[in-house]
């Protein structure tokens, strides 16, 4: 394999993190579900007891009693989760500085460069699985591919299906591997064009994978249309494992020197103090990240999209700022702004902050007001803490939310408990 790309996901990973926290349900059937106290309340995640009880993410409380009547549920708590899934991205920062959340509980790594430091694809997983485990109690599976798509492939339809939680998926193997698979297996395929591709006699991957490109773009405008080139190039190339999107922490704003943070949460958000608490925790992430390679950015990026793959919904929009900047309060000001002026109300999914337009923070000239200094220290202070014990360490108290007659607002967070 010409480069070594992961895609590390987490098992059940809020349930997980619950269990790990409450040792005394180790053995018991446990699951995160919103609003516990009502059997409408939707599971989030179940651990893999519950699981083996048929217990299922995404339906009703009432439903999984049903099927396990001793079932452990417990409310979700969006910030410790947060916080462990940075705990976990610094542990695979140790490991490479090319990191790329995905969403909370999987990223991509490229240890292309690592290998000669910690050993072969596998030793390097091991590695991995240990001390994410030690740390947090969280299993991990791991795909591995020389691509960023057939990473995810592998670890999705392969490690989390084996004992080791393993999977090597090479490039010159996807005939073998990938190619079986049925069609809605394939990345960025989603119930419509599942539908469309059924239709048009594809059901495997491989089928679609061997119709020459010409043809299939043909196929593909005449049930969609002729903008559908593009599209049609993108899923042949998919089926094929062509990929080469780099695995870059910046992703966030399309390859542009940047540091950003994206998230995907676990259910659509539709109040603007629940996105705002993620937006306050992507800031912070974002200028710790800067203030920790020396980088200040002038541009900020913010972008929020919606869950359904087949009609997207949201915004990418950046703004400059007058002075370059990795103050977290100044950066959220900015974020904040944007997403009030570009949010039309719709359901949030996934959310991004980005800063760009980088320069050395070293070559900043004195700002005229001085407690940007004095500000600027309190977060190298508070950031020498988070790096040595873990970003749970200290929490801004304005992440909290603590206003006055926000105490109850501030106990939910996506309307869950924190
Ligand atoms: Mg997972």
Redesign the pocket.
């Known amino acids: 394999m010409k480069r070594v790309i992961m895609l590390a996901?987490?098992?059940?990973?809020y349930a997980s993190v619950e269990k790990a926290a409450h040792p005394e349900y180790a053995d018991q059937p446990v699951v995160v579900a919103g609003s516990p106290e009502r059997r409408s309340g939707i599971i989030l995640a179940a651990c893999p007891i519950a699981k083996s009880f048929g217990v299922k993410t995404a339906e009703t409380i009432g439903e999984s009693l049903g099927k396990c009547p001793e079932l452990v549920v417990i409310r979700p708590r969006m910030r410790t989760y947060i916080d462990v899934s940075l705990m976990i991205t610094k542990i695979y920062e140790s490991f490479t500085d090319l990191v790329e959340p995905f969403s909370i509980?999987?990223q991509f790594l490229d240890v292309t460069g690592s290998l000669q430091y910690f050993g072969s694809p596998e030793e390097i997983v091991k590695q991995i699985q240990a001390k994410i485990m030690l740390a947090t109690g969280v299993w991990s599976r791991v795909g591995i591919s020389d691509t960023k798509i057939l990473a995810k492939t592998a670890c999705d339809n392969f490690a989390k299906k084996n004992p080791e939680g393993i999977f090597v998926l090479p490039k010159a193997e996807v005939s073998k591997h990938l190619w079986p698979l049925p069609i809605t297996k394939m990345f960025g395929v989603g119930g419509r064009m599942t539908n469309h591709f059924l239709r048009m006699g594809i059901h495997t991957i491989g089928d679609l994978a061997q119709i020459p490109l010409a043809k299939f773009k043909q196929m593909l405008r005449a049930r969609m249309g002729k903008q559908s080139d593009i599209q049609a190039e993108l899923f042949w190339q998919t089926a094929n494992g062509i990929d080469d999107s780099p695995v870059s922490p910046g992703t966030f704003s399309n390859g542009q020197k940047a540091i950003g943070h994206g998230m995907t949460l676990p259910i659509d958000y539709g109040r603007k103090e629940d996105v705002e608490v993620v937006l306050l925790e992507l800031s912070e992430e974002v200028c710790r990240r800067c203030r920790s390679k020396g980088y200040m950015g002038r541009v900020v990026s913010v972008g929020a999209s919606g869950a359904d793959y087949d009609h997207p919904t949201g915004f990418s929009r950046q703004m400059t700022l007058q002075d370059p900047t990795n103050i977290t309060k100044e950066v959220y000001a900015a974020v904040r702004t944007l997403f009030h002026r570009h949010w039309d109300g719709q359901p949030v999914r996934r959310l991004g902050v980005a800063l760009t337009g980088l320069s050395d923070a070293g070559t900043f000239q004195l700002s005229l007001f001085e407690d940007k200094e004095k500000l600027r220290q309190l977060e190298r202070t508070t950031d020498s803490i988070k790096n040595r014990y873990g970003s749970s360490a200290i929490l801004r108290a304005s992440s909290l939310m603590a206003s006055g007659q926000a105490r109850e607002r501030s106990a939910k967070i996506g309307g869950h408990y924190k």
């Open positions: 996901d987490c098992q059940s990973f509980d999987e």
